[in-house]
């Protein structure tokens, strides 16, 4: 099918096939169209219909309270079973040469492991190697469950061949149930990506903040991996906040302490326990880390007072996390565009 | 003009900011900033989020969903953000605060930066009118003889030798076009221009606007550096990069 996309300056075309996602679609044709979560919640990839026939596979999504007119649609969640035109309200460019246009993929599940009581660590062997930047996410599809999820990517390789993820259970939610209650390993998944803007090159030359809440942390270790393999922390500061509630709830202090000791003391990571004071054990343990007791977005705050010179932040956990960080790293005067994150919603 | 009363002065925290909805479906953001007040719509002009929920530290304004942000006296667009902020005129008597709804012309984007005076003249010029959807406003060879600037509803422009192709963007509330009104050696139009919804207009004479810029060239050239701007948009549009 044959779609044309008007934007606010000029108009696209891409193709879209049968059962399609018409945001993948765009997507896949370097089409530059809005998006944020990829997966119905966030309304960002609205659009509207002005001719043609399509078929939303969601009709629920919550994405929709942010549509207005009865011709507007979410474009993560529709598919064309026509030619069609739509439109969209911001400015959409043709993405630029060296970003790296995310395609649909297949996989599988090729290792599952507990890392906590509800997180997960698990590892998607693709059909064929992926180039991503650190930071992105892709949307993985699994067999019985309605609708893709968005998971960050954990590693970080050139033409990786295989993804890794860490996945909190949500009580209740479709795909947490399915991984935490089946026998996952080997089970075939589709895959879209890669996906999200709030990526990290070493190119960037500046002293980078992280701050992530449970599972956001696993961006922050593809983006230390990537800077970690360029020698970055030779001469930049890396600062790293990773909250959880209690020392239970921890994961990858091991790989914290490694990178730790790799990279020299510009590199700082500090564990924030929201719900219980660091027991002695910790420190002991884990001698190259720092721990601190309250929010991640306090704890950050507090350590970070009159240290924003030429700094970079990446955020990432529930959006009330990500919205208290924000609003301390305004008050710090971190310029917007220093500001990166992919909201959890 | 029409002058709503919006709250007491003592409802708005200092260098803080609160939103009403008013009549008319219009919601209102009412800031302070030391002893100003300053109103603008309630809504960020990216999505359906309300600015209220957002940061305001006294001076910028920051839409919290994709941190758009916006200088609080004048409301022009800073950092990552894509649109100024429609601006209502505020007068406080007796600490209440009042919300006077002048001109349609001070939301057009091509006219921002104009003094005063200036955009009462050209107030004077523009003709409101309304279009039913699928009226023709123009068509390719006509004269350009008038400016648009869109109030609301929604146009489209098809170019090509029969004036069949899409041009195939959208305008948003505020943008001017056939601004050919305003540029030498463009006698006549090159899209043809059609309301694909009920319209409301307003209309320029490209050479009474001329006229009036040309007595007060500081704005004129601020006018001319926007329309240079949207014209190297539009030519950056044609093709690929
Ligand atoms: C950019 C981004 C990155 C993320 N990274 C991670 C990460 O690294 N680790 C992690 O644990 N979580 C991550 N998440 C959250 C993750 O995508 C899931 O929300 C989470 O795994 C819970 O999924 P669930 O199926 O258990 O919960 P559910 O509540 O069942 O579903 C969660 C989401 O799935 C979508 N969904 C539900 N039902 C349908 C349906 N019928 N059709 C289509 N879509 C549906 C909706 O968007 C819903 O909000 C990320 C989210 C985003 C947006
Ligand atoms: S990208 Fe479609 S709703 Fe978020
Ligand atoms: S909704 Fe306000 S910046 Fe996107």
Known sequence: ?345 | MSKIRICNTAEIPSNGMKDYDVEGGLKVLIANAGDCYYAYQGVCPHQEVCLAEGYYDGAVLTCHQHLWQWDITTGKALGLAEAPLEKYEVKVEDGEIFVLQSSALKAAQLFMDVSGDTLQRLDSLARREKYESGSTLYNIGDPTDDLYILDSGRVEFLIGRDGTSPAGFVLHKGEVFGWAALLENQARRIAKATCLEDSVLLRLNGEETLKVLESDPASGYLVMRKLSTLITRHLGSQGEK
Request: proline residues 4%.
């Open chain 1, 1 to 345: 099918m044959k779609i044309q996309v008007n934007a606010r300056n000029r108009a696209h075309h891409f193709n879209a096939t049968e059962g399609e996602k018409l945001l993948y679609a765009g997507l896949s044709g370097a089409v530059g169209l809005p998006y944020e979560c990829g997966s119905g919640t966030c309304g960002t990839c609205k659009a509207r219909l002005i001719s043609g026939e399509i078929v939303d596979a969601w009709p629920d999504a919550p994405g929709r309270k942010y549509l207005k007119g009865d011709d507007e649609f979410l474009m993560c969640q529709c598919v064309a079973k026509t030619d069609a035109s739509i439109e969209v309200a911001s400015f959409v460019q043709t993405m630029e040469a060296g970003v790296c246009v995310p395609a649909a993929l297949k996989g599988h599940i090729s290792s599952a492991k507990l890392l906590t009581s509800d997180v997960i660590h698990l590892q998607i062997k693709l059909s064929q190697p992926m180039e991503f930047d650190a930071g992105q996410f892709v949307m993985v599809q699994v067999p019985g469950v309605a609708g893709f999820r968005g998971w960050s990517m954990v590693n970080y390789q050139r033409e990786a061949e295989s993804l890794e993820f860490i996945i909190k259970k949500k009580p209740g939610g479709g795909i947490s149930e399915w991984l935490f209650n089946s026998q996952c390993t080997g089970v075939e998944v589709e895959v879209f990506g890669p996906l999200g803007h709030a990526t990290f090159y070493p190119g960037l030359s500046k002293n980078i903040l992280c701050i992530a809440g449970g599972s956001g942390i696993a961006g922050m270790v593809s983006i230390l991996s990537r800077a970690a393999q360029d020698d970055y922390f030779r001469q930049y500061r890396g600062d790293v906040f990773f909250g959880v509630q209690t020392l239970k709830d921890a994961f990858f202090l091991d790989e914290f302490s490694r990178l730790r000791a790799q990279c020299g003391d510009k590199l700082n990571v500090t564990i924030a326990l929201s719900k219980e004071d660091p027991p002695a054990s910790a420190l002991s343990d884990y001698p190259h880390l720092k721990f601190d007791t309250g929010y991640v977005h306090d704890v950050a705050g507090r350590h970070m007072q009159g240290n924003y010179e030429n700094v970079r932040a990446y955020l990432a956990g529930p959006p009330p996390m990500v919205d208290a960080t924000v609003r301390i790293l305004l008050q710090a005067r971190l310029a917007t565009d220093n500001i990166c994150y992919d909201k959890f919603s």
